[in-house]
């Protein structure tokens, strides 16, 4: 039997991560990323774990070989350590038909890894990015509307405990978390973790007007070479950012920009939400309907059109601003649909 064909899209980009959402519910309610009174999705219109299982499967099938599981906060979800262990165990394992799963990572805000990180290195995980924007408590009170950074820092102790590598995101917003960062990138580097920075995206309404924090990298790179020496690395971790190594601590640093030096021209990359709608572009309304595949009556060929379809519509680039007051936002999809 021929192998599936691989995913390669118009502009002959070969798509190689998948990010997949297992809910939209979170226990933060970060300002830039939703208001605090948000609505989440009935549970019944979320994909079991079960065809959360099949359709990941699927992707590796054609030729994905890194999937990031996401939320939401992926640990608020019931059982999700059970999708954690079935993924685990096809790391390294060639799929019937082709295809090999070779990495599986996680986005989390860090609240409930504590609990988790034992158990989600033993399932295979070997990397885990946990969001830390601030650790400044009553910061980070204000900017997640919850008192839980105790809970973070517990999480990334627990996780390098358990022999995961942590990675640090965290959003750079102007006039909040300004002075803070270059005291981050030393405390990350200085906790055996690397560190991504990353621009505010304009995506769902949110209570705050984003160009009050807005905070081009440009800016923060400036203030990094006052108190660092930045080298350029080729180290890339297979999503958007672009690494330097500080000279001071060996540690790596990455920046992420979908505003101000745009990265499209190499995605490799596409989202699923946790409902089964496949997002060929974080910042597009290009999507295909993946649950409606799985529950047909013959999901292989069904999921096979789809994702040739994703491959079809998936566009060049994003087009995000954030150039003025009282400017709505790219897309009224919230980041907590389509994962981080």
């Known amino acids: 039997m021929a192998a599936p064909a691989p995913l390669i899209d118009r502009f002959q980009r070969r798509i190689s991560y998948l990010r997949l959402s297992v809910t939209d519910r979170c226990d933060l309610r970060c300002a830039y990323c939703m208001p605090e009174r948000q609505s989440f999705l009935p549970r019944a219109e979320v994909l079991s774990l079960e065809e959360l299982h099949r359709l990941a499967l699927g992707f590796v099938a054609r030729g994905v070989s890194k999937i990031r599981l996401?939320?939401?906060?992926?640990?608020?979800r019931r059982d999700v350590i059970d999708l954690v262990r079935a993924l685990g165990r096809r790391i390294g394992v060639d799929q019937d038909g082709g295809g090999r799963l070779e990495e599986l990572t996680l986005t989390t805000n860090g609240t409930r890894l504590g609990e988790f990180a034992e158990d989600i290195a033993a399932a295979g995980v070997r990397r885990v990015n946990i969001s830390l924007d601030t650790r400044d408590r009553a910061l980070f009170a204000r900017l997640a509307r919850r008192d839980s950074l105790p809970a973070v820092l517990d999480g990334i102790a627990a996780a390098r405990a358990a022999g995961l590598a942590v990675k640090i995101n965290t959003v750079a917003l102007?006039?909040?978390n300004e002075r803070e960062i270059p005291d981050l990138v030393a405390f990350a580097h200085g906790m055996g973790c690397a560190i991504t920075l990353i621009e505010v995206m304009p995506l769902g309404e949110v209570d705050e007007d984003r160009i009050d924090h807005y905070l081009p990298l440009t800016e923060v790179r400036r203030a990094l070479e006052t108190r660092f020496t930045l080298i350029p690395?080729?180290?890339?971790?297979?999503?958007?950012?672009?690494?330097v190594t500080l000279a001071e601590t060996g540690g790596q640093l990455g920046?992420?920009?979908p505003l101000t030096q745009n990265f499209c021209d190499g995605c490799n990359r596409v989202r699923v939400t946790a409902t089964g709608q496949l997002f060929a572009c974080l910042g597009g309304r290009e999507q295909v309907d993946m649950r409606a595949a799985l529950r047909s009556a013959d999901p292989q060929a069904a999921l096979d059109a789809a994702l040739d379809e994703a491959m079809a519509i998936k566009p060049l680039r994003h087009h995000f601003a954030i150039d003025h007051r009282g400017a709505a936002p790219a897309l009224a999809r919230h980041m907590s649909m389509t994962g981080g």
Do not use: N, Q
């Open 174 to 176: 102007k006039g909040l």
């Open 255 to 257: 920046f992420i920009t």
């Open 233 to 243: 690395s080729a180290h890339r971790s297979g999503g958007p950012a672009r690494y």
């Open 70 to 76: 996401t939320g939401g906060e992926p640990l608020v």
